[in-house]
């Protein structure tokens, strides 16, 4: 386990470092509610996961910066779907990555999906809602704290202070709830192990924390030697780790000489040639998002990768790193509109905009196509997915079918048919458009079927415990004449990608497809002066992290000639 999680206990604190806590079975889930509710307050944030599912691989750097940023405020928790299957269960889990969000031991809020942006808008909301009632992280009531407040307010029940002292041991939110619902105020906590001070004269030994209630009162100067170093320890632990990311805002104050759309191996090897050229490019990227981020299963085929590291986030977390190192400002942002027609271009982020540069590098990638059948929007999310990866584990033991006929359908086939009961692969030809050795692994697999000629005429499914779930697939199969019912407990779709080129509108030249058109072969140039394109976005045959990358270092030697023969390179 890394350095930034650790496994449940109740007698670990180290939620109050930010530190994210696993919960490896149902009973530590449990006890992990039952802990914040009625000791510390605090909410609790959960996100369900797979190691195998890439969207939970490109969230979890997120998540984890996030549970830095609200040490001893929230409590951030972790459950593999794939090890801990009761809680996955029980929370009626079924896709991936799921955040749950709870507070007093009650769900508040849950959401899928890689968005880093949902994760801080329950949290804040949930914390918010926590400090304005109190919370009591690392904090007890000591008998001497009770006898002091019963003096105050029930002097006759000062000899019951002890019995209540103990009979709440660990459950300091509890108490300070009962007692501030009846007295409208509670006896003052101090931190765990530490000795209860003496108030100053004139100052009341009582009342309930201020809003947070986190701190434990009193003054530095009044801490001891001891209790200044463990406090400097906190905030060395709480400490976020130097940032690959800058604000869009700190860029978009001076004309770039390139900016780059998309922080894939296309985008980013563009950024590294230019930046290595003292460009000092601008990458403007979602941190979840791109193709190979999302692939969770080895990648065996980029050279020079190999072993532990091979895998989507692994490769492109190194390229961040090393674009970075070189002086290159990525930027976390999605990127809304282009205006080609100004000189500088204007790029308006999401965020923050316009941005302004000399040449612009399209580096979008593509996004992965859907059916348009009959049910299939209802049901994503609930058994319709486009990510064996992601979602596969969550159906292990049954029936599942696969869409498509290229090498990722049948990626997703053979990834599927690890867990599944069996794999039905559903394609609409009479042979795979897939690559030899692939379709060959796929047909040779004893646990895939082949329905060739067909097509899903519809994703049928039943309301279960309030949830839509798919249950079936009508197929229609060339030469018969009704469709088949097919019992599944999941359906992949792998039909293939759409270039993200929408927001380019008709100002770039595109192909049929909506690919991007480069005028020559031999280059990476548009039909638009100054703007270049790579990747996923302008190749529509190879489609692979390695030509991508390699159509990214083409683009910024192409951008770096632009912009020496356009007088615009910095002296």
Not at 6 to 31: C, K, M, P, W
Not at 167 to 196: D, H, N
Not at 384 to 400: E, K, N, W, Y
Not at 403 to 430: C, F, P, Q, Y
Request: hydrophobic fraction near 35%; include cysteine.
């Amino acid at each position: 386990m890394d350095s930034d999680s650790a496994e449940y206990d109740t007698n670990e604190d180290s939620y109050l470092r930010g530190v994210v806590i696993e919960a490896t079975t149902h009973s530590q889930f449990l006890s992990a509610l039952a802990q914040h509710r009625d000791d510390t307050g605090l909410p609790v944030v959960v996100d369900f996961f797979s190691n195998g599912c890439g969207p939970c691989r490109m969230i979890a750097p997120a998540y984890t910066r996030i549970a830095k940023e609200y040490a001893g405020r929230a409590v951030f928790m972790k459950v593999n779907v794939n090890t801990n299957w009761e809680t996955s269960q029980v929370a009626q889990v079924s896709s991936m990555p799921t955040f749950q969000f709870f507070l007093n031991g009650q769900k508040k809020a849950q959401f899928s999906g890689a968005d880093q942006n949902g994760i801080l808008h329950y949290t804040n909301a949930l914390v918010t809602e926590a400090e304005t009632a109190g919370t009591y992280p690392g904090m007890e009531i000591t008998q001497s704290a009770m006898e002091e407040f019963y003096k105050t307010h029930t002097p006759g029940k000062n000899a019951t202070a002890a019995s209540i002292t103990q009979r709440y041991k660990g459950k300091t939110a509890k108490l300070m709830r009962l007692l501030i619902g009846k007295y409208g105020e509670g006896p003052k906590p101090i931190q765990k192990g530490q000795k209860a001070r003496e108030p100053n004269p004139g100052q009341s030994g009582g009342g309930a924390p201020t809003a947070g209630g986190s701190s434990g009162g009193g003054k530095l100067s009044d801490a001891t030697m001891e209790e200044l170093e463990e406090e400097l320890q906190r905030r060395k632990d709480m400490a976020e780790p130097a940032q690959v990311f800058v604000e869009g805002s700190t860029v978009a104050s001076k004309t770039h000489q390139v900016l780059i759309i998309g922080g894939g191996p296309a985008g980013l090897s563009a950024a590294i040639y230019a930046a290595r050229a003292g460009l000092e490019p601008v990458v403007v990227a979602p941190l979840i998002g791109g193709q190979l981020l999302q692939k969770g299963v080895d990648v065996e085929n980029y050279p020079g990768v190999y072993g532990k590291g091979a895998t989507g986030r692994e490769i492109v977390e190194v390229m961040r790193m090393q674009a970075a190192g070189f002086k290159s400002r990525l930027v976390d942002d999605a990127v809304v509109s282009v205006d080609f027609s100004s000189s500088p271009f204007e790029v308006t982020l999401n965020n923050t905009g316009p941005i302004r540069t000399h040449t612009l590098i399209l580096a979008t990638g593509a996004d992965s196509k859907w059916l348009n059948a009959t049910g299939e929007y209802r049901y994503r999310g609930n058994g319709v997915s486009s990510c064996a990866t992601c979602d596969g584990f969550l159906f292990r033991g049954q029936d599942v079918v696969v869409i498509g006929g290229g090498d990722t359908a049948m990626e997703e086939a053979l990834v599927l048919a690890r867990t599944s009961n069996k794999v039905v692969l559903i394609h609409r030809r009479d042979s795979f458009r897939a690559s030899s050795i692939m379709a060959k692994r796929v047909l040779e697999h004893d646990k895939i079927q082949i329905m060739w000629n067909s097509q899903v005429h519809e994703f049928v499914g039943e309301e279960v415990n309030g949830q839509d779930k798919l249950t079936h697939v009508s197929i229609l199969t060339k030469g018969e004449s009704s469709a088949k019912l097919l019992a599944v407990g999941a359906a992949f779709v792998a039909i293939g990608h759409d270039p993200n080129t929408k927001i380019f509108a008709d100002k770039v030249s595109k192909d049929e497809q909506g690919y991007l058109k480069r005028i020559d072969s031999y280059s990476s140039r548009t039909s638009v002066n100054g703007v270049f394109a790579a990747g996923d976005v302008q190749d529509k045959v190879y489609r692979q992290a390695v030509t991508s990358a390699g159509t990214g270092a083409m683009a910024a030697l192409d951008a770096e000639r632009w912009l020496s023969e356009n007088g615009h390179m910095a002296a």
